[in-house]
């Protein structure tokens, strides 16, 4: 049985306020935290606009959910133009069990990846740290929390919301250039627009070779999981270890065993490059303040 994600038709209203209704009760009748209502115009501004999506499975819809490409109101100076949003996920409760957001994320990931944004972002109820857990078992990682503003730009059931943010980092899902292909490294900075952002531009022996540009500390962390090689292309950069500094100029190179806590600082603008097996760009691999 194929399944799809395909985007949701105004003949599809009554079956969205079913299941929008449908997960209402459910919450409530099981005492979990979630919505009290739901905002009809914003589920047919979505539609119009082409942002709401269902889950097809025969003839069956599985879930609904929405996306948008902006959401400052809640993101504020986060919201840099590089992510995807995903919103008012509401699932069968008919195929419940089915890891139906394993579905939705990896579409998520996929379209982020075709449209070159880094990031798939969501909010959840911060009381819930079930559902956060959830999502974290997914690969998300929490930002912060956050109470939404009362605006009438948001849903009704988004207004004066306790919520956690909650984030994916993408570039370790795109697929590393062909080995043959020729880079050039100087290009590919220039494509690159946010601090501490890691690009994959290729791999070798299971190592991933990423570009990053830096401004700035950031957090102290380590890696149990590998070594991380840094050259610095561009710049001075200070990595921070707990017994001393070691100062980095354009040509240096320098490995930091893993399982060792450093802090990288830029002073000023630096262009680096970094191999290790996987992206570390998260808040355990030191995302800024």
Avoid at 28 to 51: M, P, T
Avoid at 104 to 115: G, M, P, S
Wanted: charged content about 25%; aromatic content about 12%; some cysteine.
């Amino acid at each position: 049985m194929n399944t799809s994600i395909i985007n949701a038709t105004t003949d599809d209203l009554p079956l969205i306020y079913q299941l929008f209704e449908e997960a209402i009760h459910f919450q409530k009748q099981n005492g979990y935290i979630g919505w009290n209502s739901y905002d009809k115009d914003f589920v047919k501004s979505d539609i119009q606009n082409a942002l709401l999506f269902k889950i097809v499975r025969d003839q069956n819809v599985l879930g609904i959910f929405s996306i948008c490409y902006n959401d400052e109101l809640i993101w504020r100076e986060k919201e840099q133009g590089n992510a995807v949003y995903l919103h008012r996920i509401v699932l069968n409760q008919k195929f419940k069990g089915e890891k139906l957001f394993r579905l939705v994320l990896d579409w998520a990931i996929r379209f982020a990846v075709e449209i070159k944004r880094s990031y798939i972002r969501m909010d959840t109820w911060a009381d819930n740290d079930k559902i956060i857990s959830y999502y974290k078992s997914y690969g998300f990682e929490f930002i912060e929390n956050y109470t939404t503003p009362g605006t009438g730009e948001l849903p009704i059931q988004h207004r004066n919301l306790n919520v956690a943010l909650l984030e994916l980092n993408v570039n370790q899902f795109r697929e590393p250039l062909d080995a043959l292909e020729k880079v050039n490294i100087n290009q590919e900075f220039t494509t690159i627009n946010e601090y501490w952002n890691q690009k994959v531009i290729g791999s070798a022996n299971g190592q991933l070779i990423k570009l990053a540009k830096g401004n700035g500390e950031i957090k102290w962390h380590k890696h149990d999981d590998q070594d991380e090689l840094f050259i610095l292309f561009k710049g001075h950069m200070t990595i921070q270890l707990r017994d001393k500094n070691i100062e980095m100029y354009k040509d240096d190179m320098l490995i930091v065993p893993k399982g060792v806590e450093h802090c990288p600082k830029a002073n000023g603008d630096v262009e680096l490059l970094i191999m290790g097996i996987n992206i570390t760009s998260n808040v355990a691999g030191g995302r800024p303040y």
